[in-house]
């Protein structure tokens, strides 16, 4: 049974650049989050998508946006990079309300 | 929004020793879980305990939801347990499971 799966690994990007960072969440599930991880910190929420819609979002900019396909995966970008961008991307996934699992993540490095 | 703490925020241990690490919340909870997190950056579930006991090997938790605090145990602690912990939480009344995370401990097991 695969977990939940991110790509890429690791990405660097300048200043001003857009990114799509992507997830595939867990067999059987279908709500799929977004966190960020600044380096030291305990993750925060960026939003949550349930039924290809945004359920629920964390206090992040209007640069970050994300999409949920019918087949349960998402796709988080940022538009207009910043240095604070920086930071470990981590995909959660789960069944409707129920215990979160989540990806490896993606290293984002803003330069 | 509601607020995670966890204690200590560093805890260095010789190997085959016990430890508590402590969860403190604010409000009410739907949803408690306890990850480890490798120094890869994967998170990786230990529990998902909202209430009560419940035990996996060496690991331990227990959650008094009225008191609002969980509580991990460790015992005979080995090296491959180093990492950070964190607690999160969903709040009661929240639409979807946006988990709040702690701030984590940082656990060192020597040999």
């Known amino acids: 049974d695969a977990g939940v799966t991110q790509s890429p690994t690791h990405l660097i990007k300048t200043r001003g650049q857009q990114v799509t960072l992507r997830c595939s969440p867990k067999?059987?599930?279908?709500?799929v989050s977004w966190y960020q991880q600044a380096l030291g910190q305990g993750p925060q929420f960026i939003f949550q998508y349930y039924e290809e819609e945004e359920r629920q979002r964390g206090n992040f900019p209007d640069r970050f946006s994300g999409h949920q396909f019918p087949n349960y995966s998402s796709e988080l970008n940022v538009n207009a990079l910043l240095l604070g961008d920086s930071a470990l991307y981590l995909c959660?996934?789960?069944?409707?309300?129920?215990?979160?699992?989540f990806g490896p993540g993606t290293r984002l490095t803003v330069t | 929004g509601i607020q995670v703490e966890q204690s200590p925020p560093d805890l260095i241990l010789q190997e085959g020793a016990n430890s508590t690490l402590r969860c403190n919340f604010s409000d009410s909870v739907n949803n408690l879980q306890w990850f480890h997190q490798n120094p890869w950056g994967q998170l990786i579930n230990l529990f998902y305990i909202p209430s009560g006991t419940k035990q996996n090997g060496r690991l331990s938790a227990t959650t008094v939801a009225t008191e609002r605090y969980s509580l991990l145990y460790i015992s005979s602690s080995q090296t491959t347990d180093s990492g950070v912990y964190f607690c999160?939480?969903?709040?009661?009344?929240?639409?979807?499971?946006?988990?709040?995370f702690g701030g984590g401990t940082r656990l060192m097991v020597k040999p």
């Open positions: 959660a996934s789960s069944w409707l309300t129920y215990e979160q699992y």
């Open positions: 067999s059987g599930h279908d709500t």
């Open positions: 999160a939480v969903v709040s009661i009344g929240n639409a979807g499971n946006m988990l709040t």
